[in-house]
């Protein structure tokens, strides 16, 4: 699996480096992943190693969907091994389904931002029309809609609307990899709570960041 992409770095117009949404949803607790972990473990399996095998396949399925919706081919075989290709074979089809269903026309496709009012980055995988309303999309291969996916979602939806963006939908969009479940895509209705939970983490966030230097500089 190609291992190239790098992390985006989101800067102010000042040059200041600023967090990402995922950054500071990171404080947040997940109880789901580490009951994951452990029935990970009580099946005698590294946690880790099927976690970033996941990840890997959850990423290309990721780079053929927004190719797809992109209108690019792309030569799989020229950057993948033919069996990490293998892997996205059943979440594909199911990308396909939820296509037949919806007529898209995409504005922006993995564009970065930064919210210089509210000071972090992101990337929202979709905004655009679909089914003629404009339309914040994020395309999840995980085992289950999550709160957070929201929070990230409400985030998503700010730097649009801070640069002149409107949002008429906002929608997670699960393609599973797993054979007999079928896609999901959950509306997230009304955002402004998980717009507030969002702003609660950036707060712990950078409260815990600060409490972090002040014990450092006792240390000095």
């Excluded at 797809?68 to 799989?76: C, I, N, S, T, Y």
């Excluded at 892997?87 to 007529?103: D, G, I, S, Y």
């Excluded at 649009?160 to 079928?182: P, Q, T």
């Amino acid at each position: 699996m190609s291992k190239t992409q790098a992390h985006t770095v989101y800067k102010l117009s000042d040059g200041t480096r600023v967090p990402s949404v995922t950054t500071y949803l990171g404080v947040l607790n997940k109880p789901a992943i580490i009951h994951w972990a452990w029935e990970q473990g009580a099946a005698g399996l590294d946690y880790r190693k099927v976690r970033d095998q996941a990840g890997d396949t959850g990423s290309l399925v990721h780079y053929r969907i927004l190719s797809a919706l992109e209108g690019v081919d792309v030569d799989l075989l020229a950057t993948y091994h033919p069996n990490d290709i293998a892997t996205t074979v059943v979440p594909m089809k199911k990308f396909a389904a939820w296509l037949r269903e919806h007529e898209v026309a995409p504005i922006l496709l993995e564009t970065p931002m930064v919210s210089e009012a509210h000071r972090f980055g992101g990337t929202p995988d979709y905004y655009g029309l679909d089914n003629h309303k404009l339309t914040l999309l994020d395309f999840k291969t995980s085992g289950a809609v999550y709160p957070e996916n929201f929070y990230q979602l409400a985030a998503y939806k700010k730097l649009l609307e801070e640069h002149g963006y409107e949002v008429e939908s906002a929608r997670v969009v699960r393609i599973s990899k797993i054979v007999d479940e079928a896609f999901e895509d959950r509306p997230a209705g009304n955002l402004e709570n998980a717009w507030k939970i969002f702003l609660a983490c950036q707060q712990i966030y950078e409260l815990q960041k600060a409490s972090r230097r002040t014990l450092q500089e006792k240390e000095e």
